[in-house]
């Protein structure tokens, strides 16, 4: 009896939660969870590169602006000045990294540099290793702020 009821619970548990993304900005501090569904709604880019290994890959997902701006962050005409200097984007990542970006690398008004918050590679979801998100930034000569399994942003001042 105790094995069929173990076996059904198995069989019934309810499914796992879409991963989310949690984007923390402001002062006092706001945070914003983003879910995948919200996600896909966002303009997507595409772009083929070479990884360290010498393969080429093509990774999938949106820039990084446009996930600040679902999540209200103040970017284009909101930001100007002295303040945008010391404005940074911190991703984190399930293992504990870190990686920094200058907020004015983000925004489109300050610089054409794509920094890509991937979920697809070769067409497929980014698998447990890379995903559910990952940081590509293609003008980097090193992959230093690819950073995989990002679960996080922060958007502060210095």
Not at 71 to 95: Q, T
Not at 140 to 152: E, S
Request: glycine residues 6%.
């Amino acid at each position: 009896m105790l094995t069929v009821a173990l076996l059904l619970s198995l069989c019934f548990q309810p499914p796992a939660a879409a991963p989310a993304l949690t984007v923390s900005f402001g002062d006092p501090v706001q945070e914003v969870k983003l879910t995948k569904e919200a996600l896909a709604k966002l303009p997507r880019k595409s772009i083929k590169i070479t990884e360290g290994n010498g393969k080429d890959a093509e990774y999938e997902g949106i820039p990084l602006d446009e996930v600040l701006k679902l999540a209200k962050v103040p970017m284009g005409n909101e930001l100007r000045g002295r303040s945008v200097a010391p404005m940074v984007v911190i991703a984190d990542a399930n293992d504990g990294a870190r990686a920094v970006y200058a907020l004015a690398e983000v925004e489109p008004s300050f610089s054409d540099k794509l920094i890509l918050l991937a979920d697809k590679r070769d067409g497929q979801s980014l698998n447990a290793d890379e995903g559910p998100f990952r940081m590509i930034i293609p003008s980097d000569k090193r992959h230093a702020r690819w950073l995989r399994q990002v679960k996080g942003l922060t958007v502060k001042k210095l």
